[in-house]
């Protein structure tokens, strides 16, 4: 007989085996680095400073990928297409996007496996975001 395994997966979250806070926080840096340039995707965020924006992506990556649920208790539940509808995210946006994510990605050098695992969720959230295609 098979026992099938109830509850969560034992052994370190995708969060631990990435090395944590300072990973997300070094993604997100590197990142909003990229957003600070762009001409596109700058008018966007409503704070001068993207301080807080970083801080709201750092603790929502974290929680999602099994860290701290931080992200939840301060902000609520995520609803990230609703959260994105008052700006005009379309291809050009998201392509840029994930320009800068891309680099931000290559720059934490992680092991193949968990490069692939967090460039495919970020990649499959960016086209999920696009809520129009006009230019």
């Known amino acids: 007989m098979t026992t099938i395994p109830v509850g969560p997966p034992s052994g370190p979250s ?16 590197a990142f909003y680095r990229g957003v600070a340039a762009d001409p596109v995707l ?11 924006a970083a801080e709201r992506l750092t603790l929502f990556l974290e929680q999602y990928w099994g860290g701290p649920g931080t992200y939840s208790a ?49 990649e499959r959230a960016a086209f999920a975001m696009v809520n129009t295609f006009e230019e």
């Open 14 to 29: 995708f969060y631990e085996q990435v090395g944590g806070h300072d990973t997300f926080r070094r993604l997100v840096d």
């Open 42 to 52: 700058k008018p966007m965020y409503p704070e001068e400073d993207l301080g807080p």
């Open 74 to 122: 301060e902000r609520g539940h995520p609803r990230l297409r609703m959260r994105h509808m008052p700006f005009r995210v379309n291809p050009d946006a998201r392509d840029r996007w994930l320009t800068h994510m891309r680099a931000a990605v290559d720059e934490l050098g992680l092991p193949p496996l968990q490069e692939e695992t967090l460039w495919s969720y970020l």
